[in-house]
């Protein structure tokens, strides 16, 4: 029990605390089943063990189409799609959810972790200090807490907007029908109150190998930084759709006007960030000389300095079976949308594609230099593509050659065949099949192998450095313009990429224009884009397109035009303002009739 990986223990000691004994013998009891919390905080061995059974409820993201809901951000967004349509993120994509059959799993965990913290940091108080428990330890251990029961919070917030504050432990005598939603003003006010006081008690990085894992001053500037931003953003700030929203007492849930000294609230905090992060020895993963790998490496290689909060999930082969083609053992079952793949610029940093006709077909931008026909008479010499590949998938952003496997790519050991009769192709009538024409490349070990049941150490990256740079750019654009700050932020994460900087004098609507592609480019998969077209109130676009790719049911070869035909995979629904917000699960309503639902559930 005395190391931080022992979670499962941990749990242990504390249902023993919180819950009556397992029904046995008195006299098969330990002398520990009958101790109180107060007792138990009198140790610090079982302080600790509390402190780390909070963290359990921190998201596991990686898995995009399992445990219901956790993480059905990527495919409900315009970035992916999937073969199996009885997954809770296709539904979505139906219209067919509503509050009875979303799971509330996000409801649930979040709520759990935050008694936690807050039955933690109820008693901590009484842990005595000793030689080996320090009050700076203790102030770390406090400091955690708080910044958990914050990031938590948010994690509610982004889904349902308004939610109920809790910061005190409630007790099954409680009456809960007096537990009610906040308005999101003060919802925003707690979780930045609570990062503000985080911040003066965590050190900026990990100080022992064992707290890997624990938060740092840095990821809660980073999260301090994302709630501004969001609550600057056209959802939050000021929505005319939600102006009448209330709850049962008549109480307003959503700003009534439009603050825009938000967006210099956001700037500030996303700049602090940046210039304390770098100052603590954080910077932009930039170990390689190659754009490319640079790239795909910052996923890979863990607890590198760009990260500033990430969670650890175990020696874990989920995304490569998700990811990795037939050929390889895996279910060719994460694909990118022909949307996603049009979104990444030519490596001269111009859009191939600059809209879409009504019937669905590419307006090309000939200056560009991106053409759909043909095939490449030779391999490229780093290897971003091979002799025969498709010309739509030459000379483009490295990032793209990171992110995405598209037909003819060189994977693992081979190149990988999406046409019908290929080795990774549709196939037969089976579950498992690659729907777009395109695999998920980005976060997938390659040195993973499947058939030998060889995995590696996986973590999921909340927080980056690179995210914060883009969080900056975008509020200080919406808050002054594009001004030499604004570019220059911009610029440094184009140039980690290998892509030239953004051209000069561009307007405040032409950069906020650039910036949006560029975290849909940049931060592709890591559940930004499903947030961010959200808050900025374009997911009735975005979210109900119609979805395409490569026409997976042809094609007899590498050279075969059939296959490379735009095909419509899906039309997707979005229901505004409805689908903006998730629905409170029924379940808890009916719990709690205080609990207003939000508007069209």
């Not at 979040?110 to 936690?116: D, Q, V």
């Not at 770390?140 to 708080?146: F, K, L, Q, S």
């Not at 905090?269 to 190659?290: M, P, Q, R, V």
Request: glycine share 6%; with cysteine.
């Amino acid at each position: 029990m005395k190391k931080l990986q022992y979670i499962i223990c941990s749990i242990l000691i504390m249902q023993l605390f919180l819950i009556s004994a397992c029904r046995k013998d008195f006299l098969d009891k330990s002398p520990d089943e009958d101790i109180t919390i107060e007792e138990a905080f009198k140790q610090r061995k079982y302080a600790e063990a509390f402190l780390v059974d909070i963290y359990a409820g921190l998201p596991n993201e990686i898995y995009f189409t399992d445990m219901v809901d956790v993480n059905p951000f990527i495919v409900a967004s315009d970035e992916m799609n999937i073969p199996w349509p009885e997954k809770f993120p296709k539904l979505m994509n139906k219209g067919a959810w509503n509050s009875f059959n979303v799971a509330g799993q996000i409801y649930k965990n979040m709520y759990e972790g935050i008694r936690k913290a807050n039955i933690f940091l109820e008693h901590i108080h009484i842990t005595p200090l000793s030689a080996e428990f320090t009050q700076t330890t203790k102030d770390r251990w406090i400091g955690e807490a708080t910044f958990l029961r914050a990031f938590y919070h948010f994690q509610l917030m982004r889904i349902y907007g308004p939610v109920p504050i809790m910061d005190y432990s409630a007790g099954v005598a409680d009456d809960f029908t007096k537990i009610r939603r906040k308005p999101l003003d003060q919802c925003v006010k707690f979780v930045v109150d609570e990062c503000d006081k985080a911040i003066t008690l965590l050190p900026m990085n990990v100080v022992q190998t064992r707290d890997i894992g624990r938060p740092t001053a840095a990821a809660t500037l980073a999260l301090k930084a994302r709630v501004l931003l969001y609550n600057a953003s056209p959802l939050w700030n000021g929505n005319p759709d939600y102006r009448s929203f209330a709850d049962n007492e008549g109480t307003k849930l959503f700003p009534q006007q439009y603050d825009e000294n938000k967006w210099d609230l956001a700037a500030a905090a996303a700049k602090d960030c940046i210039t304390k992060c770098e100052s603590a020895g954080y910077h932009l993963f930039k170990n390689y000389a190659d754009p490319v790998k640079n790239y795909q490496q910052l996923f890979i290689e863990n607890n590198n300095p760009e990260v500033l909060f990430a969670r650890n999930s175990g020696r874990d082969g989920w995304m490569e079976k998700c990811a990795f083609p037939g050929s390889l053992g895996g279910w060719d079952g994460w694909n990118p949308t022909q949307g996603q793949i049009d979104a990444y610029e030519m490596d001269n940093g111009m859009a191939p594609i600059t809209g879409y006709s009504t019937d669905g077909s590419p307006i090309i931008n000939a200056a560009s230099g991106y053409v759909e026909t043909g095939y490449a008479a030779g391999n490229e010499p780093t290897g971003k593509w091979l002799d025969g590949t498709r010309n739509m998938y030459l000379r483009r952003d490295p990032r793209f050659y990171a992110t995405i496997n598209f037909n003819g790519a060189y994977f693992v050991d081979r190149r990988v065949q999406f046409w019908k009769s290929g080795a990774d192709g549709m196939g037969g009538d089976g579950r498992d099949y690659n729907t777009t024409g395109y695999l998920l490349k980005k976060f997938i070990d390659p040195g993973v192998s499947l058939t030998e049941q060889r995995y590696s150490l996986k973590t999921w990256i909340f927080f980056r450095l690179g995210e914060m740079y883009l969080n900056y750019a975008e509020a200080l654009n919406e808050a002054d313009g594009a001004t030499s700050d604004v570019y220059k932020a911009v610029n440094a994460i184009r140039d980690r990429a290998g892509m030239p900087f953004l051209p000069v004098s561009l307007t405040k609507e032409e950069m906020r224009t650039r910036i949006r592609n560029e975290r849909r480019v940049e931060l592709a998969f890591e559940t930004h884009r499903y947030f961010d077209c959200h808050r900025w109130k374009i997911a009735e676009q975005t979210d109900k397109a119609r979805v395409y790719g490569m026409n997976v049911a042809a094609g007899t070869s590498l050279k075969d035009d059939d296959f490379y035909k735009r095909t419509l995979i899906e039309t997707r629904v979005f229901q505004t303002p409805k689908h903006y917000l998730f629905p409170i699960p029924q379940d808890e309503i009916d719990k709690n009739p205080s609990i207003a639902q939000n508007p069209g559930w």
